[in-house]
């Protein structure tokens, strides 16, 4: 058993997902989905500073969390936003920050 097995899974999910999110070129690739409201054909390294090899180790973790989906059209990768999944991680942050909420508590 290892540490993180101790927690429960919604705990381990989550910060699965915080891991993921926490690179700011996952969340460049992320934010380029969203604001094209579309599926993106082609190779989105045209569109960030990173090499192509960089940004599909990224395409891979977010494809592995299920946040985006790649499917194969011919010679190229159409990359979809997966909002099913989006949606659920907010949920769980906000649920998450919603018990932590201690605006009494004043830190000196």
Request: net charge neutral; with cysteine.
């Given at each position: ?39 993106i ?33 011919g ?9 099913s999944a ?10 998450f ?12």
């Open positions: 058993m290892t540490k993180s097995e101790v927690f429960d899974k919604d705990l381990q999910d989550l910060a699965n997902f915080a891991k993921v999110i926490s690179h700011p070129a996952r969340l460049a690739i992320l934010k380029y989905l969203a604001e094209t409201k579309t599926c054909s082609g190779d989105i390294s045209d569109k960030l500073p990173l090499s192509r090899t960089t940004v599909s180790q990224h395409l891979k973790e977010l494809r592995d969390m299920g946040l985006i989906s790649g499917q194969v059209d010679l190229k990768i159409n990359y979809c936003l997966c909002g989006i949606a659920d991680f907010k949920v769980a942050f906000n649920d920050f919603k018990e932590s909420d201690c605006k009494e508590l004043v830190c000196k």
